[in-house]
């Protein structure tokens, strides 16, 4: 259908409902933030490739696509007042899976969106991965995307949110370790000197809604995390699984060596055979960074954000949805 007749078919709902355009929405962060936008009253247009959510909202209309291609955007950012642009490739071995999808899809976007009059406000979910960027080449792709989005804004209003690491029901990077926490040991893959933020998916959600919210938008980069400040260490986060667990859970330090060489085999076979892994030599340079952790005093001063939920209950509401009936 023509964007336009698009806008008329809306128009007839009733009162203006707030437009916003979403990708991403099939992923773990997309469909907390879609969950959460629609509740706040968004009326939205989410981008899917080839499955949509699990389980559509009402209120959402699905536009079949992908970051590749310019047309689908354009129908996707029509009539939108906001662009939350969530959509990333977070695994992979090569430069070009990264930068496909986390730059040159960025400035797809940003130019769809930019030939809207009046242009929409855009909001890019990068990563704190984007702070060091020398690591690989999801990081370099991930601060790419947002210099990207700095230079093809052109008087588009835009921000960009840098989250640690991303927990809560869905993620399923992260379950294997809390299962194995379960069953009381829990494999370091880090330096157990290390520190790092995190944040529960929902406040991730949160402070998106609040960002579109507001009239005034600063651009950012802004890092943000669950109101923990100076991060965790493995062993706090640890201590604080056996205590709502109410189990002893064991640190077992997974040697560098085996990690590296699992690394560096994925990484010889995926561009043989073009898979997309997640542990490649990149991404152990991510695991053993000794600081991930986040400062979030500029976006506390630029919007007045703050986070709800901490660890202990974020894991309590993850761990919670493991369970079968909830599954
Ligand atoms: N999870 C974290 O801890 C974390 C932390 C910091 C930042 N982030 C960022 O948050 C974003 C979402 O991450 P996630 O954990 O939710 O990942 P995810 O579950 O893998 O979701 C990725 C989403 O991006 C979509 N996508 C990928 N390539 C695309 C393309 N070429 N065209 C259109 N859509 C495409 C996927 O669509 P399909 O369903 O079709 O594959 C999916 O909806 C990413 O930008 C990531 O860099 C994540």
Known sequence: MHPLQDDRRFALKG??????????????????????????????RALYRSRRA???QADVDWIRGSLADAESLSRLVAGAEVVVHCAGAVRGA?????????????????????????????????SLAAREPQLSYYAASKRGGEETLRSAAQGMHWTALRPPAVY?????????????????????????????????????????????????WEAGPFELHDG??????????IDTFARIAGRHVRPVQVPAAVLNATAAINQALARRMGFRPMLTP???????????????????????????VGL????????ESFSPSRA
């Open 168 to 216: 809560g029901p869905g993620d399923r990077e992260m379950r294997p370790l809390l299962q194995a926490m379960q069953r009381g040991f829990a494999p370091v893959l880090g330096r157990p000197e290390a520190r790092f933020s995190l944040l529960y998916v929902e406040d991730l959600s949160a402070a998106v809604a609040h960002i579109v919210d507001r009239p005034h």
């Open 54 to 56: 699990a389980a559509p």
């Open 15 to 44: 009162p203006m409902p707030r437009r916003l355009a979403i990708t991403g929405g099939t992923g773990f962060i997309g469909a907390a933030l879609i969950r959460r936008l629609a509740a706040d009253g968004w009326r939205l």
């Open 312 to 319: 202990a209950d974020g894991l309590r509401l993850t761990l």
């Open 282 to 308: 990149g991404k152990m340079r991510e695991l053993t960074h000794p600081d991930w952790v986040c400062d979030d005093a500029p976006l506390r001063r630029a919007t007045g954000w703050r986070p709800a």
């Open 228 to 237: 923990h400040a100076g991060g965790y260490s493995w062993r706090e986060v």
């Open 94 to 126: 090569t430069p070009e899976q990264f930068n496909r999808v986390n730059i040159e899809g960025v400035a797809r976007l940003a130019r769809a969106a930019r030939r809207l009059d009046p242009p929409p406000r855009f909001l890019l979910i990068s």
